[in-house]
């Protein structure tokens, strides 16, 4: 369970710092190079899953907390459940359940998700087609490491 929780813990504290730093910055300074494939962008998504949504807060607000709470329910579970056996499921259940605390968080107290990063050149094609932010990467993440921690 601890490795649960200080993962969760980690990708909070991460992105809560880095969006300080996205948030306060003048917009005159975006998009900014990160290396040759990806840059750093300050946009605020008041929808879900690529902006879907946008004009519906409500809805927006009580999807985000409803598929929160299932993330972070399960990831409870699952690090109670597998014990010792299976640390990349307990290792990907905190992350997921970071990203989703990380975002949910935001949306409550701003209204919207900060993202951040584009893959302008990136080998994948939809990461040159969305913008996203450490606790999406962290969600899509933990729960692959998971599937891969529960096959092996």
Same mark, same amino acid.
């Given at each position: 369970?601890?490795? @649960?929780?200080? *993962?969760?813990? =980690? /990708?909070?504290? !991460?992105?809560?710092?880095? &969006? ?5 910055? %003048? ?37 985000? @907390?409803?598929? *929160?709470?299932? =993330? /972070?329910?399960? !990831?409870?579970?699952?690090? &109670? ?5 299976? %640390? ?65």
């Amino acid at each position: 369970m601890m490795t @649960t929780i200080l *993962t969760a813990s =980690a /990708v909070l504290a !991460a992105e809560y710092g880095i &969006r300080k730093k996205v948030n306060a910055a %003048p917009k005159q300074q975006f998009p900014r190079a990160l290396g040759r494939q990806y840059e750093l962008r300050q946009a605020h998504n008041f929808g879900i899953v690529g902006s879907r949504f946008e004009g519906r807060p409500k809805l927006v607000l009580a999807y985000q @907390t409803g598929a *929160t709470t299932a =993330a /972070v329910i399960g !990831a409870v579970l699952v690090s &109670r459940t597998v014990g010792v056996s299976r %640390p990349l499921v307990r290792f990907g259940a905190g992350l997921a359940a970071g990203g989703a605390l990380s975002n949910m968080i935001e949306r409550w107290t701003s209204g919207y998700v900060t993202d951040y990063i584009h893959g302008t050149k990136a080998p994948i094609p939809l990461l040159q087609k969305r913008i996203w932010n450490v606790a999406d990467m962290a969600i899509f993440n933990g729960c692959v490491i998971a599937l891969i921690g529960a096959a092996i």
